[in-house]
């Protein structure tokens, strides 16, 4: 039969339990952020990865070998995202106090919107120019029509816009949730995760398109029009 204070004891442990299963939790997320987006760089790797697999399985088996792997990093990055958006939930708050990360940016909502929109704007605008000149995904340069020019546009500036302005969502978002620790993860995971991506797309388009494409990468910027 349990008593009175038998009962106290549990109520008081509770509290414990819980903020020991929301430390879990938040390990589990933190680690899902960083486990999806390495799988995501790894996959889009095997589908650029092509002529390997060609000397190995023939030409036949590469095309749904490369599709099933893009469509692994596209999930991936969608788990990634998802993760991203859940750390709020589950903060890291023994990390953030660790690295000296205050949890909220102190700002308004109002101000915090309108950092975020300022982001997110001129990304909107530069993503849509981006695929509207690709003639093709960022995931599959082989579609770009090889009797015309290679990119236009946009492109004539930068060689990977799309790619920019999809690590810019990310700091867009830390802010509309109002964790710096999700900024600080964006600047060290999520923006050298999109570099890694654009070399291996790069390195895809070298294969196809051979010394022009070469030329092309040395007139024009990687990101940003004369700086990088």
Known sequence: MTTI????????????????????????????????????VYFYKLSIGKEQIERRYGEDFVAHIANYCRYASFACGGLALYHFLLYPRYPLKEAEQNLNIPSQFGLSSTQRRIIASCIAIPA??????????????????????????????IYDYVRHPIYFCEFSWMYTLSL??????????????????CYVLCKYDEQDAIHHFGESYKKYCKRTAFWIPNIF
Do not use: C
């Not at 549990?10 to 589990?28: D, E, G, M």
């Not at 509309?176 to 999520?190: E, I, R």
């Open 5 to 40: 204070s038998d009962r106290m004891n549990i109520f008081y442990h509770l509290p414990s339990q819980t903020a020991n299963h929301q430390a879990l939790y938040a390990k589990i997320n933190f680690f899902g952020i960083l486990g999806s987006t390495a799988f995501m």
């Open 176 to 193: 509309l949730l109002d964790s710096p620790f999700l900024l600080a993860v964006s600047a060290v995971v999520m923006q050298p995760a």
């Open 124 to 153: 909107i605008i530069v993503e849509l120019l981006g695929w509207k000149e690709a003639k093709s995904t960022p995931l599959n340069v082989t579609k770009i029509d090889h009797q015309k020019q290679m990119f236009g546009g």
